[in-house]
């Protein structure tokens, strides 16, 4: 499985990107999906997470600001990213867990066995 993300950028803070990964290899219908971000100094966090079953869940940092969602015939996972905080600047990888993931491990990096190589953002 091979994951390309795009559309990072630098934004003022309150605008909007939308990021995309481009997933090859494997069919989404297939993959539990994450977005992690990793800002300079910090440790990898998850940020948004949809699962093999539909199920989505958010970092408490984002809720209600991003969505994640996938477009399972175009095999493009995607994060919405609205009203940005500077807070928010961070390397931001998609990542592919093959299987149904236990809601324990949501937005844990345990289990996520291809990541992509990263689409830095900005908020300033």
């Known amino acids: 499985v091979q994951l390309v993300e795009s559309g990072g950028g630098s934004v003022q803070a309150g605008g909007s990107l939308r990021l995309s990964c481009a997933v090859s290899?494997?069919?989404?219908?297939?993959?539990?999906m994450a977005w992690f971000r990793q800002a300079a100094g910090k440790e990898r966090e998850g940020v948004a997470e949809?699962?093999?079953?539909?199920?989505?869940a958010y970092a408490g940092s984002v809720q209600g600001r991003f969505t994640i969602t996938k477009d399972k015939d175009e095999n493009m996972l995607y994060l919405q990213m609205n009203s940005l905080k500077v807070e928010d600047t961070a390397m931001y990888y998609c990542?592919?867990?093959?299987?149904?993931?236990?809601?324990?491990?949501?937005?844990?990096?345990?289990?996520?066995?291809?990541w992509g190589q990263g689409t830095q953002v900005t908020v300033s």
């Open positions: 949809i699962n093999l079953n539909g199920a989505t």
């Open positions: 990542a592919a867990d093959p299987t149904l993931r236990p809601a324990t491990w949501a937005l844990l990096s345990k289990g996520y066995r291809y």
């Open positions: 290899g494997s069919s989404l219908r297939k993959l539990s």
